[in-house]
């Protein structure tokens, strides 16, 4: 393939997304679905105007790593910490039940897997996938209630932060266990070894950006430094620990989260990730995605998919939301505030495709949900408040 025909790939993907992306919102739908649709469009799978290419799997690898940055970066870690034990709580039971049953749905369709073999972290990764909260629509549901401060509110953002922190922990469990030549102890070690690194170093880095930050504020070096760390911690992960590298990528966005330009620095990040790298990311599962080879047992899966994926979300959230003396009303409006999915989903099925764990195919039942999800929430979340006007 000429150098050059990677230019006329980049536009096509770029004027595609970008115009299915504006439609999409104009439908009331996440961006990114759009963007998903167009890639599918201009894919091998209906007109074939590009193919997926080694340069444009990288370019869509930069940018899945540069989202998981973003979303360290926006993490608000003094509320994290101040969430206490309540959110901490929903979000373990949120992450559990739908791994759970996103486990037991693949086995129920395509028989039980032994333990260890290589349809057992199929299953496994299918429950992974269901465990990621994207609490985006919510947010705007919430805001346009005058909702969002109040006391379900704060629990939804305090949870969903916890709950993609826990499914990337869990993420990186099952791709070292994935590989045959892993020993689970190994495994446990490494991560915990990553963590505890990222933790120690961790506090040197913020301290000394903390100093650059306070010398040269609001200039262009902070960022460049900022998106060096992010790629630095994408490496080590992968090649020091074996992990993935959006752990590390969202590591680096967690140490840089709570210095006084990280917001700036997110502001920069975006316009390449919003300018190229993200249209490229999301494109490309589009363009990933073989909707020839959809048959009725793909459809039975997608379908199933979507639905063990939103109600798990509810009962996982919404019971320990109960157990811990909300409301039973309020303890729906957490379940059904939690149940919206989107880039961090998205994201780990990416990296459950470039290691084996996921066949394009059923790229279809995520994208699926996450349209699923994003309509009904703000639907649900208006009818619920409706009948409390007063709440």
């Avoid at 901490?88 to 129920?108: D, E, K, N, R």
């Avoid at 496994?124 to 006391?151: D, Y």
């Avoid at 305090?158 to 892993?182: H, M, Q, R, Y």
Wanted: aromatic letters at 10%; hydrophobic letters at 55%.
């Amino acid at each position: 393939m000429e150098a050059y025909l990677v230019f006329r790939d980049l536009a096509i993907i770029v004027i595609f997304a970008k115009v299915f992306g504006i439609v999409a919102r104009k439908l009331k739908a996440p961006q990114v679905v759009g963007e998903i649709i167009a890639g599918l469009l201009i894919g091998p799978s209906i007109l074939g105007l590009v193919e997926q290419t080694p340069f444009l799997t990288q370019m869509a690898e930069i940018g899945v790593v540069l989202l998981m940055f973003s979303a360290g970066l926006e993490t608000n870690l003094k509320d994290l910490l101040k969430t206490g034990p309540i959110a901490f709580l929903i979000a373990c039971s949120g992450v559990f039940v739908p791994l759970l049953g996103g486990t037991l749905l693949y086995m129920g369709l395509y028989g039980v897997a032994p333990w260890g073999s290589e349809d057992f972290y199929k299953a496994v990764f299918v429950g992974v996938i269901m465990t990621a909260t994207s609490v985006s629509i919510t947010v705007q549901a919430l805001k346009e209630l005058g909702k969002l401060k109040g006391k379900v509110g704060t629990t939804i953002l305090s949870a969903a932060i916890i709950d993609d922190v826990i499914g990337i922990i869990v993420l990186t469990f099952v791709i070292g266990f994935k590989n045959p030549e892993s020993n689970p102890m190994d495994v446990v070690i490494s991560t915990i070894l990553f963590f505890l690194v990222a933790i120690g170093v961790g506090f040197i880095l913020y301290y000394i950006f903390k100093k650059l930050d306070s010398r040269y504020p609001h200039t262009r070096r902070i960022p460049i430094l900022g998106l060096a760390l992010c790629f630095a911690f994408a490496y080590i992960a992968e090649k020091w620990f074996g992990i993935a590298d959006i752990t590390g990528a969202y590591a680096a966005g967690i140490i840089l989260c709570s210095i006084q330009d990280s917001k700036y620095i997110d502001e920069k990040i975006d316009i390449n990730s919003y300018m190229l790298f993200g249209p490229v990311f999301f494109a490309s599962i589009g363009l990933k995605t073989n909707i020839e080879n959809i048959n009725g047992e793909i459809i039975l899966f997608s379908v199933g998919f979507v639905l063990v994926a939103l109600l798990a979300k509810i009962i996982g959230c919404g019971l320990m939301a109960k157990i811990c003396r909300f409301s039973m009303q309020d303890s729906l409006k957490i379940g059904i505030g939690m149940m919206t999915r989107g880039e961090v989903a998205l994201i780990v099925s990416q990296k459950g495709l470039s290691v084996g764990l996921l066949t394009p195919v059923y790229f279809t039942a995520v994208i699926l949900l996450i349209i699923v999800s994003s309509i009904s929430t703000p639907i649900f979340l208006k009818l619920l408040y409706a009948k409390e006007p007063n709440d």
